[in-house]
């Protein structure tokens, strides 16, 4: 029997991915609150597509492939899950799969950097105050009025992540003015010899980057865009081990049931 999915890519856009609200964090108001970092990453279970950033394709593209937001600046998602609604790398426990990426806006929900006002330089810290995460267990955010090492992590993280935005809006860009942009899809062979098909995404064409002119070329390697382009190429190798993850997810749901 051969399964397909959504024909259609979840766009990202609006209220940042699993935030309920968001808050400015307050060194007076949040002075007792906690980061539980045992919490795991129960909220991402259901997640089966991912926003990334460039920053982060070297290191997706072992584990997930890479596909494109349908969107006039198409940006990168990590594909997680082979049906809506599950994300494999999470585990019945609410933890992620071990010596398995975690994708940074995954990593440092429930914190996020925003501009203090519209078009202004300078960013406060926002947090989701109803993250599982976030309370009275774990480790401090603020102690005598200042922030501790563990919110100077944090904030170091997101700082890194939300500067990949910048890249990966031009790359996205840079993407569409060449057009470089396909719908494909795959076929899975799953290990019970059941097949699985995912249809229309959009994904780097190889074929329209062997067309470019050489100036072209050239042009997209000063600037860095080559090894991007390469490790989203890169990332279509990853299919295959996430189809061996969802058969076991399969044998393990169908031995639970008995």
């Known amino acids: 029997m051969t399964e397909q999915t959504p024909?259609?890519?979840?766009?990202?856009?609006?209220r940042p991915l699993y935030f309920n609200r968001m808050m400015t964090l307050d060194r007076e108001l949040h002075a007792g609150l906690k980061?539980?970092?045992?919490?795991?990453?129960?909220?991402?279970?259901?997640?089966q597509l991912i926003p990334i950033s460039i920053f982060e394709f070297r290191f997706v593209a072992r584990h997930f492939p890479i596909i494109f937001s349908n969107e006039p600046i198409p940006m990168p998602i990590a594909v997680v899950g082979l049906q809506q609604?599950?994300?494999l790398a999470v585990g019945p426990d609410g933890k992620w799969r071990l010596r398995t990426y975690i994708p940074g806006c995954v990593h440092t929900y429930p914190f996020i950097l925003a501009p203090v006002t519209q078009g202004?330089?300078?960013?406060?810290?926002?947090?989701?105050?109803?993250?599982?995460?976030?309370?009275?267990?774990g480790?401090?955010?603020?102690?005598?009025?200042?922030?501790?090492?563990?919110?100077?992590?944090i904030v170091q993280l997101t700082s890194y992540f939300r500067a990949g935005m910048a890249k990966t809006i031009a790359f996205g860009k840079m993407i569409a003015e060449a057009d470089l942009l396909t719908r494909k899809g795959v076929e899975l062979i799953l290990l019970?010899?059941?097949?699985?098909?995912?249809?229309?995404?959009?994904?780097?064409?190889p074929d329209k980057i062997e067309?470019?002119?050489n100036n072209v070329f050239l042009r997209w390697r000063k600037e860095g865009w080559m090894l991007p382009i390469h490790q989203c190429l890169q990332s279509i190798d990853s299919w295959s081990p996430l189809a061996d993850l969802e058969s076991d997810r399969r044998a393990a749901a169908a031995k639970a049931k008995g």
């Open 85 to 87: 609604g599950t994300n």
């Open 192 to 205: 019970d010899g059941s097949k699985f098909r995912i249809d229309n995404f959009l994904t780097l064409d």
């Open 35 to 47: 980061l539980d970092t045992n919490a795991g990453y129960g909220f991402a279970a259901t997640s």
């Open 139 to 153: 480790e401090p955010l603020f102690a005598d009025g200042k922030a501790t090492a563990v919110l100077d992590r």
């Open 211 to 213: 067309k470019v002119a």
């Open 120 to 137: 202004s330089d300078e960013v406060s810290v926002i947090i989701d105050p109803d993250a599982a995460s976030l309370g009275d267990t």
């Open 7 to 14: 024909n259609t890519v979840a766009q990202f856009s609006g």
